[in-house]
């Protein structure tokens, strides 16, 4: 459900001069009201949940905790808030309360003329909207050393005891995670 308006008009018309405007904006909201006859919720197979009540699109995954800074182990919470180590997608992700579709969306659009030259601008934003990083992922991911990785692989990964990293040690696994969204 949602409303969506638009407004343009020429502010400036003439024979040899035009200048128009418009502004448009657009809030959608959705639930999910039923999945099947035999289940509430299903794994979108994207790190996604659909699951009654939950907007569609809603990311699900595990919760990141960060780094360990005594050995730079990658920190998970589990469902119960407690931190493990240890990375279990089935057993620890959660609906994130992020969605992949933004609520407001709108725009503004100016066009000048003067005789046969045109000049116009585009300008637009959305809002309540998460995207999946794919970029850091895999920049700044182990199993892909040998393509051109993010600078922080460098100077903010755990080295040794005590370092406060945003990325674990180098020998253990980048899993997805919220960290990602």
Same mark, same amino acid.
């Given at each position: 459900?949602?409303?969506?308006?638009?407004?343009?008009?020429?502010?400036?018309?003439?024979?040899?001069?035009?200048?128009?405007?418009?502004?448009?904006?657009?809030?959608?909201?959705?639930?999910?009201?039923?999945?099947?006859?035999?289940?509430?919720?299903?794994?979108? $197979? *994207? %790190?996604?949940?659909?699951?009654?009540?939950?907007?569609?699109? =809603?990311? #699900?995954?595990?919760?990141?905790?960060? @780094?360990?800074?005594?050995? $730079? *182990? %990658?920190?998970?919470?589990?469902?119960?808030?407690?931190?493990? =180590?240890? #990375?279990?997608?089935?057993?620890?992700? @959660?609906?994130?309360?992020?969605?992949?579709?933004?609520?407001?969306?709108?725009?503004?659009?100016?066009?000048?003329?003067?005789?046969?030259?045109?000049?116009?601008?585009?300008?637009?934003?959305?809002?309540?909207?998460?995207?999946?990083?794919?970029?850091?992922?895999?920049?700044?991911?182990?199993?892909?050393?040998?393509?051109?990785?993010?600078?922080?692989?460098?100077?903010?990964?755990?080295?040794?005891?005590?370092?406060?990293?945003?990325?674990?040690?180098?020998?253990?696994?980048?899993?997805?995670?919220?960290?990602?969204?």
């Amino acid at each position: 459900r949602g409303i969506e308006v638009s407004l343009s008009g020429d502010l400036i018309q003439t024979t040899d001069f035009n200048w128009n405007i418009g502004v448009n904006a657009a809030y959608n909201k959705n639930a999910i009201l039923r999945v099947t006859d035999i289940a509430d919720e299903l794994l979108d $197979g *994207d %790190a996604r949940i659909i699951k009654v009540g939950l907007p569609y699109g =809603t990311y #699900y995954a595990p919760q990141w905790a960060g @780094v360990d800074p005594a050995n $730079g *182990d %990658a920190l998970y919470y589990n469902r119960d808030g407690s931190t493990t =180590t240890t #990375y279990n997608e089935e057993n620890q992700a @959660v609906a994130l309360g992020v969605n992949m579709f933004p609520k407001f969306t709108g725009g503004i659009t100016t066009g000048f003329r003067w005789k046969d030259l045109s000049l116009s601008a585009l300008f637009s934003f959305v809002s309540d909207v998460s995207r999946w990083n794919n970029i850091d992922f895999y920049n700044e991911n182990e199993r892909y050393m040998t393509s051109n990785q993010s600078k922080r692989m460098l100077y903010d990964r755990w080295k040794k005891p005590g370092d406060e990293a945003t990325l674990q040690r180098i020998d253990v696994p980048r899993n997805f995670t919220s960290k990602d969204i």
